[in-house]
């Protein structure tokens, strides 16, 4: 699908004053983790990346998000939401069952490991878990709906629109501090905003969005 | 689904080169005119002739006309004032020309009308410093059209502006006045054209008379019209100082000195005895001062605000505006040039 | 040494971190832990830190515990959503029930400051009848607070806070004009308005504790947007930047990384100091007075981890209702998409509001009300709604989160009625201070689905006349917390009285959101704080009369 914001890129703006300093650090931070999981086994890290590329697809064209090593990450550093369902085990323990429970679904029904799956056949699995109609003893009672609503798609999520990359695909101003923005109205951009295709003119945004400073 | 039929929103880029370059250049034209009218003071360049008109002989015993002004050598005053007022006028007209240049920038040029506010401005100024450098009795007719031109866009911008305001969602909320297009900014360029036609009018007079405008006297009809833009001003400013809450007790100084001349010239435009008056005119000084004054406190204003300078490509957009004060600065001129009229012409 | 305000805390040697001045200091007076001082507050928030500063400035010793961090905002806010989830309270608690709650973002905070660090500045009064719910309005519960007596108290916090609001307000009895002008409604906020006149109902620019105009060391708002992951501005008029500074002025200190374990009572049943971790080890304060300022979830988890032979139940319990009647308020939402480009990310999240639905009661059928807002969710808050809200994933999801600069939504506030069963309890899992953490249960009753039912057809047809199309519903959110240590005239039908001092120990006092009986339909934290002024005042009051 074409780039709805071409040739658009947050990480352009790094020295305008929509950064500053300690955003610098943190978004430098992020994007210099490793790409190997420190928390999560290479098993449980193979089954991770699969999932990952179902429940965000990512183009093939441009430097992939690594998800998993930033899901592998809230993992390693135990960083919870301050809250979890009573059914629910805690944060690491419930992404270690989830994993394993879903890569046994694959091999008992499929006779593969999850990541050697098709992708149609992966997408298969998840939806039964997303309806909760996975429940091998793999899952030790932990509801796969339950999982998938909040573990699975809701860490996944957040650690895709974590990074800039994502933001560039949608759009969004990155950060902003001290510089915020002066032009609030509708169709109204600052020439430090992301400039939208039009049907017939991609050119003229790819333009613009060079300029973005 | 992409908006295949909004219009493409232009942004307009103007770098910071051009900014500056703009800025830089309307600042110049500032300076010439204040400074032109020094230095043609200074000269006495080939003096005209002119006749001195002579005074009756007191028969009875009427009441004692006041003792001319000493008329300097040179110039006749419809000449002297009529270059006062097209300094005025151009001093106006870069207030106008630098505001309306940003603040439709921030509305990013939406309707292509946006440009003309700059275009008539900028031809003020030109006619303003041509006006300031001729010293001839005649009106000039490629300055007239220009101000009239000016004064007539002025209107129309009122009227884009009052459609601007009334059509967002709330109609003429107190919300719409303080965010949508400024209601009075384009009266701005109303007055500075008015102020140079008047220019023109005052010229064209005959140097042995007391000059006419359209019938009135020039003296009392500039400064009705200087009296009266200044307060128009006063309101727009309230109206934005009021949005900015009066955070600053500064902010008080434009919705108080600048009212109280207004009110002192329009009291003497309503006398007839051409005696000097002392106050109205430091009062004017003080309210063309305070036009100066009030870019440094707009400045500080922007310095204070997130990121400061070096975040200009926000602030100097949303913060104070800084070419908007020195509007009092020609309007004072322009009620300066009036009071010079009325007291070289008892009833002028 | 590491500055890293995540370990050590700021907040000692004579000083604390100027929050105006990059690197700064302001010096703070300190108290020594076996000196006994006038009040020991526990958390800093909306409740604690607005109690903590007018103690102060009356004369009062005052210690104010926080659990976590003292921020420098201009220094430690980055621009990010994922970092800034520092500033919420991220330590476990269960959520159950038939519906469970989300906590973090939406309400709970671990900053000096408390939750107002990341709020989002909403700053609404109570419609006068709520005061009165039952015998006026007929649900929920009297406050035992006369509305003209709040109506005082928030005139007082909108000064200090210099709320921004419109010149003039549609809804409620009159009142002083806000004490600075509006801010600019975004294109999201126009929606709601264009919305709002095709509904014929009014709405307003939204009363904001952000500034429109510089105030002291405040610059204006930036409209950068992040502001629910803290204010790296300053224009955010949070108590971290406002009450706090005058309460250090007055010579209250505060102490940081403190994390409350106890409030310790003496043999005689009165409240005697709290038990703190601090730097690796537990700490005694003493105290005259205990304010314990946690909010609805932290205040109750205390009292009741501070059971002791003589109150087995828990502190200040004899009425059993610590912990019960917990309100959160409903937090519904339907969104759209629009040809005009939005951007909502830019400017607060919620420039735009009508308060209709809580001063209309015909064409209702249900108790309370609700205000609906506009909204501008940053990346990663939208894709997990998104996600969570439709259950989208995989290219369904991408191709939405695409349209990102082109959705709009209205979101309401809405009043959930108490019920004993909504609860607070202490679950058997331990935190890593050794302190059982809190279970928390909450079931809709059959008010709150009709008052959501109500607003989300309401506000659909509001989007939908405004133009947007594509339009779903999310079902399942909510927000704020209170009513877990309610106020009442009845020692057996509340927890505190209406000096929010608690029936059982003279000297504990419990002054945050846990106190109200019941939530109204607006935002809580000008009440909060209005509740916190009350307070001081009539502690002054009672010292005076050698009532204390």
């Known amino acids: 699908m074409a780039e709805r914001y071409p040739g658009y890129d947050v990480l352009a703006k790094r020295h305008t004053p929509s950064w500053n300093e300690q955003t610098r650090r943190v978004i430098d931070a992020r994007l210099a983790l490793p790409r190997e999981p420190r928390f999560l086994s290479e098993d449980e890290f193979r089954t991770l990346v699969a999932i990952a590329a179902r429940v965000v697809p990512q183009p093939a064209d441009r430097p992939p998000i690594p998800v998993a090593a930033l899901v592998d990450h809230k993992l390693e550093k135990n960083h919870g939401d301050g809250y979890r369902h009573a059914a629910l085990p805690p944060l690491r323990e419930a992404w270690r069952r989830g994993l394993g429970a879903i890569d046994q679904e694959a091999r008992e029904a499929h006779k593969q490991p999850f990541h050697r799956l098709d992708a149609p056949t992966q997408d298969a699995v998840l939806k039964a878990a997303q309806e909760g109609r996975l429940a091998g003893a793999a899952w030790q009672g932990m509801p796969s709906a339950l999982f998938f609503s909040h573990r699975l798609l809701r860490d996944i999520v957040l650690a895709y629109y974590s990074h800039p990359t994502s933001w560039n695909e949608i759009g969004f101003g990155g950060p902003a501090s001290p510089r915020g923005y002066v032009r609030m109205g509708f169709n109204r951009r600052d020439p430090w905003e992301a400039a939208e295709a039009r049907e017939d003119d991609e050119a003229a945004a790819r333009q613009e969005n060079k300029r973005v400073r | 689904m992409r908006s295949a039929t909004l219009p493409r929103e232009r942004v307009v880029g103007v770098t910071p080169t051009g900014g500056a370059a703009l800025g830089g250049l309307a600042l110049i034209g500032f300076a010439a005119l204040l400074l032109a009218r020094r230095s043609a003071v200074a000269k006495t360049a080939r003096p005209l002739a002119r006749v001195v008109p002579k005074l009756p002989e007191p028969t009875r015993a009427a009441r004692p006309l006041p003792e001319p002004r000493p008329q300097p050598p040179g110039l006749p005053a419809a000449v002297r004032v009529g270059r006062r007022l097209n300094q005025a006028s151009g001093v106006l007209a870069v207030a106008v020309l630098l505001d309306s240049a940003v603040e439709h920038y921030r509305g990013s040029f939406e309707n292509k009308a946006m440009i ?217 001129l322009a009620g300066l040039a009036a009071l010079r009229l009325m007291e070289e012409h008892a009833d002028g | 040494m590491s500055d890293d305000p995540l370990l050590v805390p700021r907040a000692r040697h004579g000083r604390a971190p100027d929050v105006f001045r990059p690197g700064g200091w302001v010096p703070m007076q300190q108290y020594r832990e076996d000196e006994e001082v006038d009040f020991a507050i526990v958390g800093t928030g909306a409740g604690g830190g607005t109690l903590a500063c007018r103690l102060a400035e009356a004369g009062f010793s005052v210690v104010a515990v926080a659990s976590k961090k003292k921020w420098r905002p201009l220094e430690d806010f980055a621009s990010d959503e994922t970092e800034q989830t520092k500033l919420y309270w991220t330590d476990e608690r269960i959520v159950d029930g038939a519906n469970p709650l989300q906590l973090g973002s939406n309400n709970s905070g671990k900053s000096v400051g408390g939750s107002t660090v990341h709020f989002a500045m909403v700053s609404l009064r109570f419609r006068p009848e709520w005061f009165k719910a039952r015998s006026k309005l007929g649900y929920g519960a009297d406050w035992p607070i006369d509305w003209q007596e709040m109506w005082h108290y928030y005139d007082e916090v909108e000064q200090a806070l210099k709320i921004s609001g419109p010149v003039r307000y549609p809804w409620g009895p009159k009142r002083p004009r806000y004490p600075y002008r509006p801010h600019e409604v975004n294109a999201a906020g126009l929606v709601l308005a264009k919305g709002a006149e095709a509904m014929g109902i009014e709405w307003a620019p939204t009363p904001l504790a952000t500034v429109s105009a510089p105030r002291d060391l405040s610059p204006p708002c930036v409209y950068r947007g992040f502001c629910t992951s803290g204010c790296s501005t300053n224009a955010k008029q949070s108590v971290l930047i406002t009450w706090l500074p005058r309460a250090l002025a007055a010579g209250a200190e505060i102490r940081d990384l403190a994390m409350v374990g106890r409030v310790a009572v003496n043999d005689a049943g009165r409240a005697i100091g709290v038990e703190y971790h601090r730097e690796g080890r537990w700490r005694f304060q003493r105290a005259r007075n205990v304010v314990v300022a946690g909010y609805a979830i932290e205040t109750p988890r205390l009292l009741l981890n501070s059971a002791t032979p003589r109150y087995p139940d828990g502190l200040a319990n004899s009425s059993g209702l610590v912990g019960k009647n917990l309100m959160v308020q409903a937090n519904q939402a339907v969104w759209g998409v629009m040809d005009d480009e939005i951007r909502s990310y830019k400017g607060p999240p919620s420039l735009a509001i009508t308060e209709h639905w809580n001063y209309e009661d015909r064409g209702k059928d249900f108790f309370g009300g609700y205000a609906y807002m506009s909204q501008g969710p940053l990346p990663t808050l939208w894709a997990n709604t998104e996600a969570s809200g439709r259950g989208l994933w995989g290219q369904a999801l991408m191709t939405e989160m695409e349209k990102y600069n082109h959705q709009v939504g209205l979101k309401i506030v809405g009043e959930m009625i108490p019920q004993e069963r909504n609860r607070v309890t202490l679950a058997d899992e331990k935190d890593q201070y050794g302190l059982p953490i809190s279970r928390v249960t909450y079931s809709w009753c059959d008010n709150d689905r009709r008052l959501i039912a109500h607003s989300l057809r309401f506000m659909g047809q509001a989007l939908e006349a405004a133009g947007a199309r594509d339009i779903w519903r999310q079902e399942d959110d909510t927000c704020h917390m209170n009513g877990t240590a309610r106020m009442g005239d009845d020692p057996r039908r509340s927890v505190v009285n209406a000096d929010c001092r608690s029936w059982d120990i003279r000297n504990l006092w419990i002054c945050d959101g846990s106190v109200f009986p019941t939530v109204g339909g607006v935002n809580p934290s000008l009440t909060i704080q209005a509740i916190a002024c009350r307070t001081a005042d009539r502690i002054r009051t009672l010292a005076a009369r050698g009532e204390l």
């Open chain 2, 116 to 332: 003309s506010p700059l275009v008539s401005s900028a031809l003020s100024i030109a006619a303003s410093l041509h006006g300031v450098a001729d010293r001839r009795v005649a009106a000039h007719r490629a300055r007239d059209t220009v101000y009239a031109v000016a004064g007539l866009s002025g209107f129309v911008g009122t009227g884009f502006h009052l459609y601007n305001i009334g059509k967002r969602p709330g109609g003429f909320s107190w919300l719409n006045l303080f965010y949508a297009a400024p209601i009075g900014a384009p009266m701005a360029l109303t007055l500075s054209g008015m102020l140079g036609f008047l220019a023109e009018r005052v010229r064209d007079n005959d140097p042995s008379e007391a000059p006419l405008v359209l019938g009135f006297p020039a003296g009392r009809a500039v400064a009705a019209l200087a009296a009266g833009g200044i307060l128009g001003t006063v309101g727009e400013v309230g109206l934005l100082h009021f949005r900015g809450s009066f955070q600053n007790p500064a902010m008080f100084l434009p919705v108080t000195v600048p009212p109280a001349a207004a009110v002192l010239l329009g009291c003497c435009a309503a006398r007839r005895d051409g005696a000097p008056r002392l106050l109205t005119r430091w009062w004017l000084r003080a309210t063309a001062l305070l036009g100066i004054v009030g870019v440094g406190f707009h400045a500080f204003g922007v310095a204070r605000a997130m990121g400061g300078w070096r975040n200009w490509s926000q602030n100097l957009l949303n913060g104070p505006p800084l070419p908007a004060p020195p509007s009092f600065t020609g309007l004072s």
